[in-house]
């Protein structure tokens, strides 16, 4: 009988969130025969659904697309909420036995390929104690996401040690905070931010969203109208893929018009929000940014909730610098003070490559920044390795759906020729490395360099495009001719 330390599954794995979650499904469905353990370094499984805490916390994307393929998202509302969410993913892990693979609290913090016994020795600290563990897998498989759980981005704010009210920052949002009464400044202009201030503004004297650049926001029905009457009309799983498919389309168009027709689209998204806000509000100083749509992230607010409050003046907006903190606010650039008895930093993520753990490849240690990225989910030169990474411009899990599948297809195709090793090889020395992500938003542009590479073109593009990825990932070749196969010792 093997001892713990030496315990072997054929995939390892890592993270227990939403990307976790569907992969093991995705396993124990298409590849019945083969072992697999989930390891989760923190207590609970939900992953972000888990961690974030703060007020309001919803989807930024409609649960027909963030839902998995497999298990139709049932509820009323297409913008669900946070424990709405956590829910659905406890209940998919439940209702499919995966609940039982998890190991909670242990943490991947190192792992080694080894060519001559061809497998990963797998490298975890176990429990609060962080006793040493480790495993052995002949695949390992990232779904850890993209961001560090332990901490948030909080710039340098000069004077903060004078502020005497209190800073917290979202993603550690702490249990005992009340803010009913109180006058909150929310510091941001991503989806956290514009989600945080409607749901704060109904209990504080006021909240104030305090931006350094205006995001381009657009209000969405938080429930879908087609998808309810498809429901009424056709069989549950039918009705959910109808609309789902309905949502990614719509999604490609809209994306696509916005970087082809950038003008139009920006007109047509102001145009909303000066129909939310009145013709006297300026829009031009608050919601007008100076990039593209699409050059970041498109900020969604269900059924307008946020331009509610602005009209109702429970909400407002300024669009400034920091100065620095007083002991009673911020004061800005411009020499205005905000008065805060509460403020939120919602600046942004620490991005985190693969999981923040540390790979060596036959003794040699792997610089993510050196590899190329292989059809969005593999790196030039690393064995038996992918990692969940979603879209950019569209839902989550609709890449990590087929990320999980063509890891399925990988392992059976090598089951059935007898390989035990799969590497993705770049042979073109003049393949020109381009950044993993050509997006402008801060968070990412803070991180990028450290990420892996893409190139010019397939399979080390990365293609922010669902329809083309499903044709290459689901019907495309496996061996492809830069793919590596082979069965060492």
């Not at 009673?328 to 991005?351: H, K, W």
């Not at 985190?352 to 969005?376: C, H, W």
């Not at 990474?389 to 089951?415: E, P, Q």
């Given at each position: 009988?093997?001892?713990?330390?030496?315990?072997?599954?054929?995939?390892?794995?890592?993270?227990?969130?939403?990307?976790?979650?569907?992969?093991?499904?995705?396993?124990?469905?298409?590849?019945?025969?083969?072992?697999?353990?989930?390891?989760?370094?923190?207590?609970?499984?939900?992953?972000?659904?888990?961690?974030?805490?703060?007020?309001?916390?919803?989807?930024?994307?409609?649960?027909?697309?963030?839902?998995?393929?497999?298990?139709?998202?049932?509820?009323?509302?297409?913008?669900?909420?946070?424990?709405?969410?956590?829910?659905?993913?406890?209940?998919?892990?439940?209702?499919?036995?995966?609940?039982?693979?998890?190991?909670?609290?242990?943490?991947?913090?190192?792992?080694?390929?080894?060519?001559?016994?061809?497998?990963?020795?797998?490298?975890?600290?176990?429990?609060?104690?962080?006793?040493?563990?480790?495993?052995?897998?002949?695949?390992?498989?990232?779904?850890?996401?993209?961001?560090?759980?332990?901490?948030?981005?909080?710039?340098?704010?000069?004077?903060?040690?004078?502020?005497?009210?209190?800073?917290?920052?979202?993603?550690?949002?702490?249990?005992?905070?009340?803010?009913?009464?109180?006058?909150?400044?929310?510091?941001?202009?991503?989806?956290?931010?514009?989600?945080?201030?409607?749901?704060?503004?109904?209990?504080?004297?006021?909240?104030?969203?305090?931006?350094?650049?205006?995001?381009?926001?657009?209000?969405?029905?938080?429930?879908?109208?087609?998808?309810?009457?498809?429901?009424?009309?056709?069989?549950?799983?039918?009705?959910?893929?109808?609309?789902?498919?309905?949502?990614?389309?719509?999604?490609?168009?809209f994306f696509r018009l916005a970087?082809?027709?950038?003008?139009?689209?920006?007109?047509?998204?102001?145009?909303?929000?000066?129909?939310?806000?009145?013709?006297?509000?300026?829009?031009?100083?608050?919601?007008?940014?100076?990039?593209?749509?699409?050059?970041?992230r498109v900020c969604l607010v269900?059924?307008?909730?946020?331009?509610?409050?602005?009209?109702?003046?429970?909400?407002?907006?300024?669009?400034?610098?920091?100065?620095?903190?007083?002991?009673?606010?911020?004061?800005?650039?411009?020499?205005?003070?905000?008065?805060?008895?509460?403020?939120?930093?919602?600046?942004?993520?620490?991005?985190?490559?693969?999981?923040?753990?540390?790979?060596?490849?036959?003794?040699?240690?792997?610089?993510?920044?050196?590899?190329?990225?292989?059809?969005?989910?593999?790196?030039?030169?690393?064995?038996?390795?992918?990692?969940?990474?979603?879209?950019?411009?569209?839902?989550?899990?609709?890449?990590?759906?087929?990320?999980?599948?063509?890891?399925?297809?990988?392992?059976?195709?090598?089951?059935?020729?007898?390989?035990?090793?799969?590497?993705?090889?770049?042979?073109?020395?003049?393949?020109?490395?381009?950044?993993?992500?050509?997006?402008?938003?801060?968070?990412?542009?803070?991180?990028?360099?450290?990420?892996?590479?893409?190139?010019?073109?397939?399979?080390?593009?990365?293609?922010?495009?669902?329809?083309?990825?499903?044709?290459?990932?689901?019907?495309?070749?496996?061996?492809?001719?830069?793919?590596?196969?082979?069965?060492?010792?």
């Amino acid at each position: 009988m093997e001892t713990q330390e030496a315990q072997h599954f054929d995939v390892l794995i890592v993270g227990a969130g939403l990307s976790g979650i569907g992969a093991g499904y995705h396993l124990q469905t298409r590849c019945p025969g083969r072992s697999y353990a989930i390891l989760e370094g923190r207590e609970r499984s939900g992953g972000t659904w888990d961690l974030f805490r703060y007020p309001g916390v919803r989807s930024d994307s409609d649960m027909y697309t963030l839902g998995y393929a497999f298990r139709p998202w049932r509820q009323a509302k297409s913008i669900a909420d946070g424990p709405s969410i956590l829910n659905y993913l406890r209940e998919t892990a439940q209702r499919h036995g995966i609940d039982k693979k998890i190991r909670f609290n242990e943490r991947v913090v190192r792992a080694a390929w080894s060519t001559p016994d061809g497998c990963w020795h797998v490298d975890v600290e176990q429990g609060p104690e962080r006793r040493a563990l480790r495993l052995r897998c002949n695949f390992l498989f990232l779904c850890s996401g993209y961001y560090r759980y332990d901490a948030g981005y909080t710039p340098q704010f000069a004077g903060i040690g004078d502020y005497t009210g209190r800073v917290v920052h979202p993603q550690h949002w702490p249990d005992d905070l009340d803010c009913a009464g109180k006058r909150v400044v929310v510091i941001g202009s991503g989806a956290t931010a514009m989600t945080l201030v409607p749901a704060l503004a109904e209990t504080a004297a006021h909240v104030t969203l305090l931006q350094r650049s205006p995001t381009y926001v657009v209000a969405r029905p938080a429930e879908d109208p087609i998808a309810h009457r498809l429901r009424r009309l056709l069989p549950a799983r039918l009705a959910y893929g109808l609309t789902r498919w309905k949502n990614v389309l719509l999604g490609m168009f809209f994306f696509r018009l916005a970087r082809r027709r950038p003008d139009r689209v920006k007109r047509m998204i102001l145009g909303g929000v000066r129909q939310a806000l009145g013709p006297d509000y300026d829009v031009a100083t608050h919601f007008t940014p100076r990039y593209n749509p699409w050059d970041q992230r498109v900020c969604l607010v269900p059924d307008g909730d946020l331009f509610a409050a602005i009209r109702a003046g429970r909400a407002s907006m300024v669009t400034d610098q920091v100065d620095t903190f007083t002991p009673r606010g911020i004061r800005l650039q411009s020499g205005r003070e905000l008065e805060a008895d509460v403020v939120v930093t919602a600046t942004g993520l620490e991005l985190q490559v693969l999981g923040g753990i540390a790979l060596e490849v036959d003794g040699r240690r792997v610089e993510p920044a050196s590899t190329f990225n292989y059809k969005g989910m593999m790196f030039s030169d690393v064995p038996n390795l992918a990692s969940s990474f979603g879209y950019t411009n569209a839902s989550w899990t609709l890449k990590s759906d087929l990320t999980c599948a063509y890891v399925c297809r990988l392992l059976n195709h090598m089951a059935r020729h007898g390989w035990t090793q799969c590497t993705p090889r770049n042979t073109d020395p003049a393949l020109a490395p381009e950044p993993w992500l050509d997006f402008s938003s801060g968070y990412v542009q803070r991180a990028v360099g450290k990420f892996p590479k893409q190139g010019p073109r397939t399979p080390w593009r990365v293609h922010q495009n669902y329809a083309r990825d499903l044709l290459s990932l689901k019907f495309g070749r496996v061996d492809d001719g830069v793919m590596e196969f082979s069965r060492p010792g």
